[in-house]
């Protein structure tokens, strides 16, 4: 299953250097790759969802997690394309928003399952969320630098 999440963190970086050498366009380049790969991912849950067979489920294990890999390359471009002279702080901020979520989600996973022995509940939420994201990369504009300030040298 790791390794499944290693190739996707490169095919990732390889599709959006692709897109973007081929068509110029910075937002099919970065959003809709990221898109899609959040999408994938859903799709590949899904089948968690409905089967007990243990094949089924590590294959739609890896699958999700090849697809939510692929989101890594394009994902830390952005910061770069919106606000190159603040690449840094805007790739911190990034950073730190997913460590927070890697700290809370496995608390709250393992809540909902002591609360409700059930342990679909997670994957639900999960599903969940990758739609969320997806939807939410909607409103990424790489092609839009933003206006900072420029800093006293």
Do not use: H
Not at 48 to 65: C, E, K, N, P, R
């Amino acid at each position: 299953m790791f390794f499944s999440g290693v190739v996707g963190d490169t095919v990732g970086g390889l599709i959006s250097d692709f897109i973007m050498r081929r068509t110029g366009n910075v937002e099919a380049a970065r959003r809709n790759v990221i898109m899609g790969s959040l999408l994938g991912a859903f799709v590949c849950l899904l089948p968690i969802l409905f089967s007990s067979d243990v094949s089924l489920m590590f294959m739609s294990l890896s699958g999700a997690f090849f697809f939510l890999e692929l989101t890594i390359g394009p994902i830390w471009a952005v910061p770069m394309d919106v606000a190159p002279r603040y690449a840094g702080t805007a790739s911190g901020l990034m950073n730190a928003g997913s460590a927070v979520a890697g700290i809370i989600s496995p608390v709250v996973f393992g809540l909902i399952i002591d609360t409700t022995g059930n342990w679909t509940l997670p994957f639900v939420g999960s599903a969940g969320l990758l739609l969320v994201g997806a939807l939410a990369t909607c409103w990424i504009k790489p092609q839009r630098q933003m206006a900072l300030p420029v800093a006293a040298e």
